[in-house]
Every structure is written in C-alpha cells, then in structure tokens.
C-alpha cells in the first residue's frame, strides 16, 4: 500500500494527557499537510510542512499543538493537556507539489480519530 | 467567514439518475478546485480537479464544472449509483501567497443514491 498512512486510528485519553500522532506521506511527495474534522464540518487546516520546513500554522492551532517533520519523511502531530474541545479527527494528507496545478491535488490518509474524555 | 459553502446539506436520488452537487465560493484568489467524496470512518478520497483556467472537467461518470464570474463550481455524477452514496466535499486552493497548497473545504453535502 503506498497511499497515506496515519497511526494510530482511535485515541481515546483523558483531560490533561499528551497525545502524539503519527502520519506516514506518499513517499515522493514533499508537502505534508494537517487537518481537523469535526463532526458535520469540512475538514479544517491546521498546519503543512514542504520538506521539513513548517510554511505555515493555522490560528486554530494553539500554542498546545507542535508538529515536526524532522526529516521531512513522516510528521507527528502532538498535542499536550487535552482539552474535550480538541476532539475531533486528525487528518493528514500529502501532495507531490511542484508541475502545476497536479502538484495541488492532495491525498489523504484514514485519520486519527481522538476522545478527549 | 466560510469561503466555500455547499448550501444543500443533503441529496438524495434515484440510481442511474444524475446527481448535482453545487459549491459556491467568495474569495477571489481562489484558482484550483477539487472534489472529494468520504466515507464514515475514513480520510477523504480525491475524485475529480479542474483549474480555473477550464470551465469542465471530466473523468468517467463524474464532470466538474466551474464558472468563475458566479464563483459556482457543481459536481455532476452520470449515472448515479448506489456505491456514490457518501459525504462529498469541495475545496479550493488560492493562486499564490503564504496559503498557496492550503485546501479551504466546504461543509459536505451527503449524497444518497437509492437503487
């Protein structure tokens, strides 16, 4: 399989723990990106990576979120004292960039899905 | 301030009808359009692109359509089948600048085909 792959699937923790979640990009692609989807919404941006350059962050993204993609392979997204209101799933998508508009499509992975209890 | 907006939250048709999905956006710099459908419980899949230097696009059974001095772009599905039934969404990405590659996605509009 060499679509987008995300780890784990369903997280379920408690008020005030950190949970760090892991994404997997097509192997050639360069840009990596994050979302969030809550129920009823479209996903929303989050933050995305060229390489490991992190180009931009959503305000959505308070100063509890911190992604890295250090080598620019794979990302974690960590998010620490959880909140219920960070509930949600945890998108991640990647796309080749570059060669046009093609290099714009972006696929996405299965996501990680999250219970903030 | 939702930039992209699908008004019909859901649609429901009969199989091997057409199906009309229907996405409207205000922010001008938007200049690609995608589409992609979502199952429950997994990630969004791509279906179909269109630039906006075209006003169609097709691929099989799914033809896009955009007109830009309406800011409208539908999704058309010949024959509709069962299998379609799912959560479609629209997004956009704007020409350049610091968002260039971020993907704006409206609310969805589920799709139901009945056979």
């Known amino acids: 399989d060499t679509g987008v792959s995300q780890d784990p699937r369903h997280k379920i923790t408690k008020r005030g723990q950190n949970v760090t979640f892991r994404c997997d990009p097509i192997s050639e692609h360069n840009r990596l990106y994050w979302y969030r989807q809550t129920l009823g919404q479209g996903p929303e941006f989050l933050t995305y990576f060229q390489n490991e350059a992190q180009l931009e962050k959503s305000r959505l993204l308070s100063d509890r979120f911190s992604a890295e993609r250090p080598k620019g392979s794979f990302s974690t997204l960590e998010i620490q004292r959880t909140e219920q209101g960070d509930s949600a799933m945890y998108l991640c998508?990647?796309?080749?960039?570059?060669?046009?508009?093609?290099?714009?499509?972006?696929?996405f992975g299965p996501g990680t899905r999250l219970l903030v209890l | 301030d939702q930039q992209v907006k699908q008004n019909s939250p859901s649609l429901s048709v009969q199989e091997g009808r057409i199906s009309i999905l229907n996405c409207d956006y205000t922010n001008s710099m938007f200049d690609y359009f995608l589409w992609y459908k979502k199952y429950p419980a997994e990630g969004p899949t791509f279906l179909i692109s269109i630039s906006s230097i075209k006003d169609k696009n097709e691929d099989g059974r799914f033809t896009v359509f955009l007109n830009k001095s309406a800011k409208h772009l539908s999704l058309h599905i010949v024959p509709s089948q069962p299998g379609d039934s799912a959560v479609y969404f629209c997004a956009a990405i704007p020409a350049g600048g610091t968002s260039y590659g971020k993907l704006t996605f409206g609310q969805g509009t589920i799709l139901t085909v009945h056979p």
């Open positions: 998508a990647s796309s080749p960039y570059g060669g046009g508009a093609q290099g714009e499509t972006q696929y």
